[in-house]
């Protein structure tokens, strides 16, 4: 089974930064797509950003220009590098994994890391 561990949440100062890590029970060469996604308390779970298979990257319109995802398959590692970071952004981030095999489509979760963004 698949396991996603993210790190790297906490308290942080408008316009600062912080670097999340999600750490991979398989490699991720053999996922098909890695993703953060994040849910503030009332709100529906958002897709922040995308890391495709042909590496290529999307981002939501809310984060582009600040947020960053990137891995390093070494260490089955995905990050998502926060900066100029605002209130709004304040919510659970969640690394997500899409495996896909000739006869699945599966999608695995972390537990979800908390950041706050707050003077």
């Known amino acids: 089974q698949v396991q996603l561990v993210e790190s790297g949440g906490g308290l942080v100062q408008p316009g600062g930064s912080l670097r999340l890590s999600c750490v991979t029970s398989?490699?991720?060469?053999?996922?098909?797509?890695m993703a953060w996604q994040r849910q503030a308390p009332g709100r529906h779970r958002e897709l922040v950003a995308v890391?495709?298979?042909?590496?290529?990257?999307n981002y939501a319109d809310s984060v582009k220009g600040r947020f960053t995802i990137s891995r390093d398959n070494a260490k089955n590692t995905v990050y998502l590098q926060m900066n100029s970071l605002k209130p709004e952004d304040t919510a659970v981030y969640y690394c997500?994994?899409?495996?896909?095999?000739?006869?699945?489509?599966?999608?695995?979760w972390g537990q979800g890391t908390q950041v706050t963004v707050s003077s």
């Open positions: 997500n994994a899409r495996m896909i095999t000739a006869i699945s489509d599966n999608n695995y």
């Open positions: 398989v490699s991720i060469a053999t996922i098909y797509r």
């Open positions: 890391h495709n298979d042909d590496g290529g990257t």
